[in-house]
């Protein structure tokens, strides 16, 4: 058979890719379980996202399914082994500061702008098209090919293990939701509270400063950018306004304050990233935290703001909690504080994702934060484990991604571990492959998330040729 020109077959589909594309991302797929329902245990937004890909299957002719309004997947194709693509079609909350619509899916500049335009949209439906070329050009194949669509990704990953109940795993696959070339490894992520015993408090003292209420962030996985303290202030409140201005003088820091019913209202800005490298951004809780804890503030909010800004403050590492560790495989563990609450009734929280290498013992590190923590007067709650993953650099999987990678770019497939945590570690035997290119700026999770309309063809093409390998 003639090499096929995957490339050009992608760009006869070009309008209609960013047609479904940009419809896809203009739906607000953001987990809302207050307003949820049967129908929709996600919210609407991502039944609707959902629903949106079954439904495009449908229209080209793939067999579809909907299992429990929680995931789904799209097939062509019969056989004895199948091929898993694993996409997700929920995303996590747009934040501020946007240049256009977070969910207009504009395009500008040779780049389609819109949360999920990367993570995991674009992706989404570039491995949809790369199985529409495929079934529309009837290639010969002798396995099932299947994109489980999921909806839950960014939280608990509910959406998979419900899957999973009901339908059979691939034989092997891929997720295209992190870099090119290939990542075989994959940090664990252990996500869990850590929350303040109220039990333990010392009483008496009140402080000069009476914290009503504070909070920042709303997501594990993700650096917060905004952050709030609600004070009840005595006869000191210009000297608290005076030290929180000098306070951002000299952290560069972005902020104001507001009296608001006789309260000093204190906000903080910072900078979102992905909670995978806490490095990558400014968590403007931490930074109002730290601000927080020189003030004389009543004795349970002190020991709360005290504890984070000692074991938080400038260490994304868990080198002050005693816990850190890195191995060749995939470096250093980090801790992102995605989280953090105080209120007068319940105390403080913290909510903090751990992306830990592949060799480190979860159960040990645990161990040291118990008893850390049990010291400080807080204990751990909520505590979740996802094991790493890791892929034999020898398997069939590999070596064929690696030969497609290498025909459609001309560059070596190196593969590489990553902190975050796709799909893939949800196969016995899948990878994480693409979409993001060498070079490109990862910019998942922040405001004005894009992708280069000439990455997502570039990807389809890359996505149809290693899908029909592996399926022919």
Request: aromatic share 10%.
């Amino acid at each position: 058979m003639k090499a096929l020109d995957w490339l050009k077959e992608v760009h006869i589909r070009k309008e209609d890719f960013i047609h479904d594309l940009q419809g896809l991302l203009q739906i607000k797929s953001v987990l809302d379980e207050e307003n949820a329902t049967k129908d929709a245990p996600f919210g609407k937004g991502v039944k609707e996202a959902l629903t949106y890909m079954l439904e495009l299957g449908k229209k080209d002719g793939f067999a579809e399914k909907n299992v429990k309004n929680v995931a789904g997947h799209v097939t062509f194709g019969s056989g004895d082994e199948s091929i898993g693509i694993l996409c997700h079609v929920d995303v996590v909350p747009e934040g501020d500061g946007w240049t256009s619509d977070p969910y207009s899916a504009e395009i500008r500049d040779g780049k389609i702008y819109a949360r999920g335009a990367l993570d995991d949209k674009g992706p989404t439906m570039a491995a949809y098209y790369a199985m529409k070329i495929i079934k529309e050009l009837d290639l010969p194949i002798t396995k099932e090919v299947r994109m489980i669509i999921g909806t839950d990704e960014e939280s608990d990953w509910r959406c998979v293990t419900t899957y999973f109940e009901e339908e059979k795993m691939p034989t092997m696959g891929f997720a295209p939701d992190a870099d090119f070339p290939i990542i075989y490894a994959e940090k664990g992520i252990s996500d869990f509270d850590i929350v303040q015993s109220l039990d333990k408090k010392e009483q008496g003292k009140s402080g000069k400063v009476e914290m009503v209420a504070f909070s920042s962030g709303r997501r594990y996985n993700m650096v917060p950018d905004f952050a709030e303290a609600r004070l009840h202030v005595g006869v000191d409140q210009t000297e608290v306004i005076q030290r929180f201005q000098e306070y951002l003088s000299k952290e560069k820091a972005k902020g104001r304050y507001i009296v608001d019913a006789g309260n000093l209202v204190l906000e903080m800005e910072g900078v979102s990233a992905h909670g995978l490298e806490p490095k990558n951004g400014v968590n403007a809780g931490l930074k109002l935290a730290s601000f927080l804890a020189e003030l004389d503030l009543d004795e349970t909010a002190a020991a709360y703001f005290q504890f984070v800004k000692s074991y938080f403050e400038d260490d994304s590492r868990g080198h002050k909690l005693g816990i850190a560790y890195n191995d060749d495989i995939t470096g250093d563990l980090t801790l992102n504080v995605g989280i953090l609450h105080y209120d007068q009734q319940n105390g403080g929280k913290l909510g903090l994702t751990c992306r830990y290498p592949v060799t480190n013992k979860i159960e040990e590190t645990k161990a040291v934060l118990d008893e850390l923590l049990a010291e400080k007067g807080f204990s751990i709650d909520h505590f979740t484990n996802s094991k790493p993953h890791h892929v034999d650099k020898n398997s069939e999987l590999i070596k064929t991604l690696s030969k497609v990678y290498l025909e459609q770019t001309g560059e070596e497939a190196k593969l590489i571990s990553i902190g975050g945590g796709t799909y893939a570690r949800s196969l016995e035997n899948g990878v994480a492959f693409g979409p993001l290119f060498p070079g490109r700026e990862d910019i998942a999770h922040k405001k004005d998330e894009y992708m280069y309309i000439e990455d997502l063809l570039k990807a389809t093409a890359i996505y149809a040729q290693a899908i029909y390998e592996l399926a022919k």
